[in-house]
């Protein structure tokens, strides 16, 4: 009897903490996602996503460790100030936003290194093609504003190689450096609201 009892309650309690789960949603008029790529291999091009929808599940409301983070990105939303250049990265030479309108990313682990330094592994996908990333994760804390929310702030950044993601434009000069570099610079300002 105390054996079903204490197995009873070991799995009662299983289900409590799986199920506890707290949820933060990104603030989408105070996150961004930008990204900077260098044009003739003399100056950087910046660009932004305008819309998306990002969450990150943690065990308690201060503990970001092994935390799930999963964002969507609206592919056709891109935005680097110039309205032909924005055509043009919609096109199948970039992103083919007909055929491939989301952007996702899907946490695999976040670990903290030091202080408020972790580094985030997540599958990005563009293009239906899915690689691993590493991000360079900075915490910049927890706070509760005037309205009584609770927000976290976290800034990450990474580098990718476009061509792995079947991002294919690769006009060159004719002293090979190309038109639109493969290097692409990631960084993502993240403020996440506790639901």
């Not at 993601?165 to 006009?171: E, I, N, P, Q, R």
């Amino acid at each position: 009897m105390k054996k079903g009892f204490f197995f009873t309650a070991l799995l009662v309690l299983a289900s409590i903490v799986s199920f506890a789960q707290v949820k933060w949603n990104a603030d989408p008029a105070h996150s961004s996602i930008i990204f900077g790529v260098k044009h003739l291999g003399l100056s950087y091009v910046q660009g932004h996503f305008t819309k998306f929808n990002g969450t990150i599940e943690t065990a308690d409301s201060t503990n970001f460790q092994n935390a799930k983070v999963d964002f969507t990105v609206d592919a056709s939303s891109i935005s680097t100030g110039v309205d032909q250049r924005d055509g043009h990265l919609k096109t199948d030479d970039f992103f083919n936003v007909a055929t491939y309108p989301s952007i996702t990313l899907k946490s695999v682990s976040l670990k903290k290194l030091t202080g408020n330094k972790y580094v985030l592994l997540a599958d990005l996908t563009i293009r239906s093609t899915t690689k691993r990333v590493a991000f360079d994760v900075t915490y910049n804390g927890v706070i509760k504003d005037p309205w009584g929310l609770r927000r976290a702030g976290f800034t990450a950044k990474a580098t990718i190689n476009r061509l792995d993601f079947g991002v294919k434009y690769a006009d060159k000069l004719p002293s090979g450096v190309y038109a639109v570099a493969p290097t692409v610079d990631i960084t993502v300002n993240v403020e996440a609201v506790k639901q």
